[in-house]
């Protein structure tokens, strides 16, 4: 068997974190959709929010250059969540079945102090 001594790359070279959102397009199935290379998580959660994911399923990070990939859907439902609470306002609905899925129950409930 012959053995390659190179191998070829499309993982970007510097120390960045890339995100990969998972989205169901309806009769065309699901697809892995990257984010600009130069966004942060804000801008994640900013595209999700502005309605640029028509169904995201799941959300990975990723870093080639420190070795290391988490599924990072838990914490961005639960910070959309968070922001929907702190504006007073529901879940966009192409964003309810996504963060019913990964956020606790008692985060999509905002308490409201009466005094």
């Not at 959709?33 to 502005?50: H, M």
């Not at 959300?59 to 070795?67: K, L, M, S, T």
């Amino acid at each position: 068997m012959r053995q390659f001594r190179w191998l070829l790359s499309i993982a970007p070279n510097s120390d960045e974190t890339v995100y990969l959102v998972a989205d169901n397009s309806g009769r065309n199935g699901s697809a892995w959709c990257e984010v600009d290379l130069e966004s942060a998580v804000e801008a994640v959660i900013q595209d999700l929010l502005a309605g640029e994911y028509r169904k995201p399923i799941r959300i990975v990070a990723f870093n080639p250059a420190e070795r290391w990939s988490e599924d990072v859907s838990g914490a961005i439902a639960r910070e959309i969540q968070r922001r929907c609470n702190l504006q007073l306002s529901d879940v966009p609905s192409y964003l309810q079945e996504f963060v019913d899925r990964y956020s606790p129950q008692d985060l999509q409930q905002f308490n409201l102090c009466l005094v």
